[in-house]
């Protein structure tokens, strides 16, 4: 399939919900794509998945008519997998973690082809993700794209590692579980300042904190009540900005339809709607 304008570069999974005894596909950019999809945004996802158990992620790729490389996205072996149970705070809860294909994670000559006729890329920022950004930014490959990256909750990054990071980014997502005036937070804008980009800190019902350069403000989110689980909201919330903002929207443009979409996620039971699922997983 043709890739898009657009790409999300990220590990896909197997999550394994023990207490139901199903393996469903899951992952942020997976999750992310799916979204995108259902916006309309042409897109395509760079992403790896095994030989031996793939096929549950690539069905559902096929089905959701999310654009991938055929020729590509496929490695002999297992996929990475983890554990997910939800707990009674409705808050996701996830072990056992197999990174399968993605130990020795490296761009196909057609995924790099790909990369060099793209106007973005978003990255969600696992370790080995991460080695990539820094290989093709200093190769020069990611100078002509508009980059964004998911930096997750931050529990493998240092201020110091995320200022490395943020060199090739134009735009980064952090979720933030902890108090905004943590000297992480003051590093992280910091380097916002120190780089002139712009940072999305997301604080749960703290609100959302816009670090554009050296000016940041705290921006509110309204409260809900959690239906279903959190499991889905940050990947919901990221992939609603990021196609407000790619398709032209200024930032509190992209930051409210990004607040509608998280919030929207808290009625899910897993990370994305059941009609994403075939069978329905109720």
Do not use: K
């Not at 990054?157 to 990071?165: D, L, P, Q």
């Not at 005036?181 to 904190?209: C, E, F, K, P, Q």
């Amino acid at each position: 399939m043709i890739a898009g304008p657009h790409l999300l570069l990220g590990p896909a999974s197997i999550d394994r919900w023990t207490a139901e005894g199903r393996d469903l596909p899951g992952g942020g950019a997976l999750n992310v794509a799916y979204h995108w999809a259902r916006a309309g945004l042409p897109s395509c996802l760079l992403t790896r998945v095994g030989s031996d158990d793939g096929e549950v992620v690539l069905e559902f790729l096929r089905r959701n008519d999310i654009g991938h490389l055929a020729g590509s996205i496929t490695a002999p072996g297992q996929s990475a997998a983890i554990d997910v149970a939800i707990g009674a705070d409705r808050q996701p809860h996830m072990d056992n973690f197999v990174d399968g294909v993605w130990h020795d994670f490296r761009l196909t000559a057609e995924e790099e082809a790909v990369v060099a006729t793209a106007a973005s890329l978003h990255c969600v920022l696992a370790d080995p993700v991460d080695a990539e950004v820094h290989r093709l930014g200093a190769d020069g490959a990611l100078a002509h794209l508009a980059v964004s990256g998911d930096f997750l909750d931050f529990r493998h990054f240092s201020v110091e590692r995320f200022a490395a990071t943020m060199q090739y980014l134009a735009l980064g997502f952090v979720g933030w579980p902890g108090d905004p005036d943590d000297a992480v937070v003051h590093g992280v804008r910091g380097v916002a300042a120190d780089l002139g980009r712009t940072v999305v800190v997301t604080l749960g019902s703290r609100g959302v904190l816009l670090v554009t350069g050296p000016t940041a403000r705290l921006v509110p989110v309204r409260a809900v009540a959690v239906q279903g689980t959190t499991v889905g909201c940050g990947d919901a919330f990221i992939a609603a900005f990021l196609v407000r903002h790619l398709r032209g929207g200024t930032l509190d443009e992209s930051l409210d339809d990004a607040r509608v979409a998280g919030a929207a996620a808290t009625g899910w039971l897993r990370p994305l709607p059941d009609d994403a699922y075939a069978p329905l997983t109720r």
